[in-house]
């Protein structure tokens, strides 16, 4: 099985073969050409031995980590790191040659860089999830999404937005604060109200990060959180399918970025009943732990020898969930999450907002009116509006429900349906979704403070590779004066003898 895998540093993909037919017989000047131009993508000289189109790769491989990707007769084999993430993928489905230019294109290249690379962060914008990305045509997003969502190992997916007529490209990748609200959501609008109804007829689908395609352009949408009437049987040799509510959240800092996607959503979706939308609020910027903090001290630099320049064997472990969450501050607010002096969460606000689908399609644009009402359930729970408001879009999508039901069955009694009044919520309660949103705010400093640890860890093996290669350097350059005063060449560079030596393998070698 083939297999094609991504850098953040140089992102190419090797092909399988692709161009051999049922028959078995192989294209030779396609595949030549395909064979040239990854060679050439992967400075390989074109007379180098043809490729067995296997490529490994490793995820954040450091330019200092100096990994090469040797040919070993035919095949491409990389140097074990253990300490770095592979992502593969098995190549079910292949990218085509002109995939091969567009993925290794700058604009490409920064996009899977951000996905792989700290999800998404910028410097000093650690706080966000979210990012836009312009001047991306079709072909691109086509050939990004290919990569990732046919990649198995980069987990959580990113959700892309693809806004087609202004070439933009969102990236968003959740956090635990984000997806709580959506799956209490996802939750209860999965029991639609407390409705009866036969699923034979009727199935109610809740999808949440589900990819949609635009009908008038090439845009691509995901939405958090969407729920859908499918109807079993065809009607009039058609597959009915409405499309009936929508849930997004955003942190506060992403809203911008987020705001041209929620309208996408809604205005492609014009016969929804119920739109919501969620606002988590953290009273600021996040930033990370400073390098003189008491975290950075307490959580880092133990781990590193400034004398002997090596870090200590159980640098590679980060706190787990439970420790570092034992290590929080319990005289800090219940919506802060505060370890070593630094904190990670806090929670300002969570509200809501919620529109119903009157005589016309839903609105985003109007705050307030008569089909809008808020919530808020931090600081303090107040839900009164949102829950009668969330009422009375269950009762439009009861009877929409109705109505199929009808239409797929004209002998079917739909009283029992059209006489039921929705109830919001049924198996939780906000109070639940309140502790919830705590427990996510946990999880979601444990994420930062995973993300930031590891960053800085590689700042420290940075340093410590640099401290290694100048005693090297200095050694060498002494033992080759006194060994051999004559020879003032290349190999008295410890640099130019590892290049001599990585291309003396098999004549090849290729740095990635």
Same mark, same amino acid.
């Given at each position: 099985?083939?297999?094609?895998?991504?850098?953040?540093?140089?992102?190419?993909?090797? #092909?399988?073969?692709?161009?051999?037919?049922?028959?078995?017989?192989? &294209?030779?000047?396609?595949?030549?050409?395909?064979?040239?131009?990854?060679?050439?993508?992967?400075?390989?000289?074109?007379?180098?031995?043809?490729?067995?189109?296997?490529?490994?790769?490793?995820?954040?491989?450091?330019?200092?980590?100096?990994?090469?990707?040797?040919? &070993?007769?035919?095949? #491409?084999?990389?140097?074990?790191?253990?300490?770095?993430?592979?992502?593969?993928?098995?190549?079910?489905?292949?990218?085509?040659?002109?995939?091969?230019?567009?993925? @290794?294109?700058?604009?490409?290249?920064?996009?899977?860089?951000?996905?792989?690379?700290?999800?998404?962060?910028?410097?000093?914008?650690?706080?966000?999830?979210?990012?836009?990305?312009?001047?991306?045509?079709?072909?691109?997003?086509?050939?990004?999404?290919?990569? =990732?969502?046919?990649?198995?190992?980069?987990?959580?997916?990113?959700?892309?937005?693809?806004?087609?007529?202004?070439?933009?490209?969102?990236?968003?990748?959740?956090?635990?604060?984000?997806?709580?609200?959506?799956?209490?959501?996802?939750?209860?609008?999965?029991?639609?109200?407390?409705?009866?109804?036969?699923?034979?007829?009727?199935?109610?689908?809740?999808?949440?990060?589900?990819?949609?395609?635009?009908?008038?352009?090439?845009?691509?949408?995901?939405?958090?959180?969407?729920?859908?009437?499918?109807?079993?049987?065809?009607?009039?040799?058609?597959?009915?399918?409405?499309?009936?509510?929508?849930?997004?959240?955003? #942190?506060?800092?992403?809203?911008? %970025?987020?705001?041209?996607?929620?309208?996408?959503?809604?205005?492609?979706?014009?016969?929804?009943?119920?739109?919501?939308?969620?606002?988590?609020?953290?009273?600021?910027?996040?930033?990370?732990?400073?390098?003189?903090?008491?975290?950075?001290?307490?959580?880092?630099?133990?781990?590193?020898?400034?004398?002997?320049?090596?870090?200590?064997?159980?640098?590679?472990?980060?706190?787990?969930?439970?420790?570092?969450?034992?290590?929080?501050? %319990?005289?800090?607010?219940?919506?802060?999450?505060? =370890?070593?002096?630094?904190?990670?969460?806090?929670?300002?606000? =969570?509200?809501?907002?919620?529109?119903?689908?009157?005589?016309?399609?839903?609105?985003?644009?109007?705050?307030?009116?008569?089909? %809008?009402?808020?919530?808020?359930?931090?600081?303090?729970?107040?839900?009164?509006?949102?829950?009668?408001?969330?009422?009375?879009?269950?009762?439009?999508?009861?009877?929409?429900?109705?109505?199929?039901?009808?239409?797929?069955?004209?002998?079917?009694?739909?009283?029992?349906?059209?006489?039921?009044?929705?109830?919001?919520?049924?198996?939780?309660?906000?109070?639940?979704?309140?502790?919830?949103? #705590?427990?996510?705010?946990?999880?979601?400093?444990?994420?930062?403070?995973?993300?930031?640890?590891?960053?800085?860890?590689?700042?420290?093996?940075?340093?410590?590779?640099?401290?290694?290669?100048?005693? @090297?350097?200095?050694?060498?350059?002494?033992?080759?004066?006194?060994?051999?005063?004559?020879?003032?060449?290349?190999?008295?560079?410890?640099?130019?003898?590892?290049?001599?030596?990585?291309?003396?393998?098999?004549?090849?070698?290729?740095?990635?």
């Amino acid at each position: 099985m083939s297999t094609v895998v991504i850098s953040p540093e140089s992102c190419y993909t090797s #092909l399988p073969d692709f161009f051999r037919r049922n028959s078995g017989q192989t &294209n030779s000047s396609q595949e030549k050409f395909v064979n040239r131009n990854l060679k050439k993508s992967l400075s390989l000289p074109v007379s180098a031995s043809p490729l067995s189109w296997e490529a490994i790769s490793i995820k954040n491989a450091a330019k200092s980590s100096k990994t090469s990707l040797l040919t &070993n007769g035919n095949k #491409l084999a990389l140097p074990a790191t253990p300490t770095e993430t592979q992502l593969t993928w098995t190549a079910t489905k292949r990218l085509i040659s002109s995939d091969c230019d567009i993925i @290794s294109s700058g604009r490409c290249k920064n996009v899977l860089k951000a996905i792989l690379d700290s999800n998404l962060n910028c410097p000093g914008q650690h706080n966000r999830t979210s990012k836009a990305f312009s001047d991306i045509s079709a072909d691109e997003y086509e050939a990004i999404s290919k990569v =990732v969502f046919e990649t198995e190992h980069i987990y959580p997916k990113p959700r892309l937005t693809f806004l087609s007529d202004r070439s933009i490209l969102i990236v968003e990748m959740a956090l635990p604060l984000h997806e709580v609200g959506i799956t209490f959501l996802a939750s209860e609008l999965s029991l639609l109200g407390g409705i009866p109804f036969d699923e034979r007829l009727v199935t109610v689908i809740v999808d949440t990060n589900r990819r949609r395609n635009t009908l008038n352009s090439r845009s691509i949408y995901t939405p958090d959180l969407s729920v859908s009437f499918k109807v079993m049987k065809k009607l009039n040799g058609r597959r009915q399918v409405r499309h009936v509510a929508l849930g997004e959240c955003a #942190l506060s800092q992403d809203e911008d %970025v987020l705001r041209e996607k929620f309208k996408l959503e809604v205005a492609s979706n014009a016969e929804a009943d119920l739109v919501v939308k969620l606002k988590v609020d953290e009273g600021g910027d996040y930033e990370r732990p400073g390098p003189n903090s008491d975290a950075y001290k307490l959580l880092v630099a133990t781990k590193f020898n400034h004398d002997s320049m090596t870090l200590v064997p159980s640098a590679e472990c980060h706190l787990p969930l439970d420790d570092f969450t034992y290590l929080m501050d %319990v005289s800090a607010p219940s919506t802060s999450v505060v =370890v070593a002096g630094h904190t990670w969460c806090n929670i300002s606000a =969570v509200r809501f907002q919620i529109w119903v689908r009157g005589n016309i399609p839903i609105d985003v644009n109007v705050d307030d009116g008569p089909d %809008v009402a808020h919530g808020t359930l931090f600081p303090s729970i107040d839900m009164d509006n949102a829950n009668d408001m969330m009422k009375r879009g269950l009762a439009r999508m009861r009877d929409r429900l109705a109505t199929l039901l009808q239409a797929s069955d004209p002998q079917f009694d739909v009283s029992l349906i059209t006489q039921h009044d929705p109830t919001f919520p049924i198996k939780l309660n906000w109070d639940h979704c309140h502790d919830n949103f #705590l427990i996510a705010a946990e999880e979601t400093a444990h994420a930062r403070y995973i993300e930031w640890y590891h960053d800085e860890l590689k700042k420290l093996r940075k340093l410590s590779q640099a401290g290694q290669d100048s005693d @090297s350097s200095y050694t060498d350059s002494g033992t080759s004066q006194s060994d051999d005063s004559h020879d003032d060449g290349p190999y008295c560079n410890t640099r130019a003898r590892k290049k001599q030596r990585t291309s003396d393998l098999d004549g090849e070698s290729v740095t990635i």
